[in-house]
């Protein structure tokens, strides 16, 4: 498979995706990072959630599920496959949250990513994002997290 020439299409999370993302997240992260069925169950029900997922030829290629409170929208988790990665899936499903957060009247979406996942660093600060502070043993296993924001929209602006 060589996913740079394969097209996907992003769409929203239907519930009978369900196992085949909690799976994904699972190989995109170590057992004490990825989350319990019952953990991503919640955050995908939970009030002001919403998940986008990349669609190739009926397979999915990874996700992102975001929530929002008012003007602040939050990244919870982007998951992409390994085949995909590199390939402008997981900057599609980041523009698409993003532009659907602006619509939604966001001004900022914040997220959280290991202080020691290079390539999640790379990423996020190649699309805008930059480092806030350390939260300190935000994961399982002691790691620290740093705390990045973007501003993605000006409220007064969209909703006029």
Known sequence: ?????EAFH???????????LWQIDQLCYEPLIAY????LRAFL???????????LAGEIAGFCITMQREQHAYIVT????VPYRRAGVG???LAEVERRAISQGAGTMALDTATDNS??????QKHGYRKLGVREGYYPNGRDAFAMTKPIGSPATERS
């Not at 498979?1 to 020439?5: C, D, I, P, V, Y």
Request: charged share 30%.
């Open 45 to 55: 029900n939970a009030r002001g959630a919403e998940c986008v997922v990349a669609d």
């Open 91 to 93: 900057s599609a499903l």
């Open 78 to 81: 982007i998951d992409v496959l």
């Open 119 to 124: 390539a999640a660093i790379a990423f996020w």
């Open 36 to 39: 319990s069925r019952r953990d």
């Open 1 to 5: 498979m060589n996913a740079k020439k």
């Open 10 to 20: 992003l769409r929203d999370y239907l519930p009978k995706d369900f196992e085949t």
